[in-house]
């Protein structure tokens, strides 16, 4: 008996729907997509910075290194097609008084990661570029920029649809099985209540927080198994709309495998500042801000906005970022892999999609596709 679907697609956050798009491109037709939530891009994709990464933060020889680096040109070009709107606006990374040789490192690494354009200024020219910051030097990073999230993701759905692939949203995964002849069988929990099954020969897990539990359906104790840290933002005041022209970056926090309390800019001119990281024990989908953050983030923020107020902040929203790490490494990387050597051929795990997985999903998109249709 043939599956129902070729392909089932779990999660439809910017990397589910990156592989949808990808496969739709391709000309696949069979496919299914299970959302938990009433929409598409609900979760960790639509609680972020909306940063067009360069990739010159991660390890070289990291898969978040490869794919950030690979992607950066490859989304502005599908955003000039598709008509998302983004801007090219480039950042900032700043070091104030005695950071000089962290900076040069990151320069070195960004070098070696293939990044473009970037070099280092001084203070007069970051004065130049940004007058209400303050930094002794700089890295400027021309190929850095912000987009829309929803545009994004709105555009990978459409192309989706476009093949008549099917979604099923408000559907939560219970189980995962075999078929006697060897396709995968869904269970799926429909609306908190109704239960029913789908057959599949593919299965690309992309579940983002959920991913390692989804993973473990299939894989047992052999699953790869994620760490949660909880991000939150602060948004400056109409005063600071405008005021800005690049993202403002200080250095990474290490500790935190964060890229630290930095500056972003919207589509509308307005300034927000974040995130924080504070590691959960548990994943307890709480995205409440923490108003007892304010003077935090107006410590940090306050090191390279001289003229910022405490009043001039106020809540914004959060976001849970899924982390990933191999062995004891300090900076998280993803888990990208087609299961066959484990016994499960067809099964794609995509795990611990966090930043810079808005930049990375395309080329991840795209990666999938060619291992399923060829």
Not at 19 to 30: C, D, Q, V
Not at 193 to 199: D, F, H
Not at 227 to 254: C, M, R, T
Request: glycine fraction near 8%; include cysteine.
């Amino acid at each position: 008996m043939s599956a129902d679907y070729n392909i089932i697609i779990i999660g439809a956050g910017v990397v589910g729907l990156a592989a949808a798009r990808a496969i739709a491109e391709k000309g696949e037709t069979s496919v299914l997509i299970i959302e938990k939530e009433d929409g598409f891009g609900h979760g960790i994709s639509s609680r972020n910075s909306e940063v067009i990464h360069s990739g010159i933060y991660y390890n070289q020889g990291s898969i978040k290194a490869a794919y950030c680096s690979r992607a950066n040109k490859r989304l502005y070009q599908f955003c000039d097609k598709e008509n998302v709107w983004y801007n090219n606006c480039g950042k900032l990374v700043i070091a104030q008084q005695g950071q000089d040789p962290a900076l040069q490192d990151l320069y070195q690494q960004g070098i070696l990661n293939g990044v473009d354009g970037i070099r280092l200024i001084n203070k007069n020219e970051i004065a130049s570029l940004e007058p209400n910051i303050a930094a002794e030097t700089a890295l400027f990073i021309p190929s850095t920029g912000i987009i829309s999230a929803n545009e994004l993701m709105s555009a990978f759905y459409r192309i989706s649809a476009s093949r008549e692939h099917d979604t099923l949203f408000m559907s939560s995964v219970k189980n995962v099985g075999k078929t006697e002849s060897g396709a995968y069988e869904i269970t799926i929990i429909e609306h908190g209540s109704t239960e029913s099954s789908v057959t599949a020969n593919w299965v690309i897990n992309a579940a983002g927080l959920h991913s390692d539990a989804i993973a473990e359906l299939v894989m047992g104790n052999t699953a790869p198994s994620l760490k949660f840290s909880k991000g939150e933002y602060f948004k400056l005041s109409s005063q600071w709309a405008n005021k800005f022209s690049h993202l403002v970056y200080p250095l990474p926090d290490i500790k935190h495998d964060t890229l630290g309390i930095h500056l972003s800019i919207d589509q509308s001119g307005f300034a927000k500042l974040g995130p924080s990281a504070a590691w959960l024990d548990s994943l307890n989908e709480n995205y409440s801000v923490d108003e007892d953050l304010k003077s935090v983030f107006y410590d940090e923020a306050k090191k390279y906005i001289p003229d910022l107020d405490i009043d001039d902040l106020s809540a914004d929203y959060s976001g849970i970022r899924p982390k990933y790490f191999v062995n004891n490494d300090q900076q998280s990387d993803y888990y990208i892999k087609h299961e066959k050597d484990a016994g499960l051929a067809g099964w794609i795990n995509l795990v611990g999609i966090d930043s810079p997985g808005l930049t990375a999903a395309i080329s991840i998109g795209e990666d999938v596709a060619e291992w399923i249709i060829n």
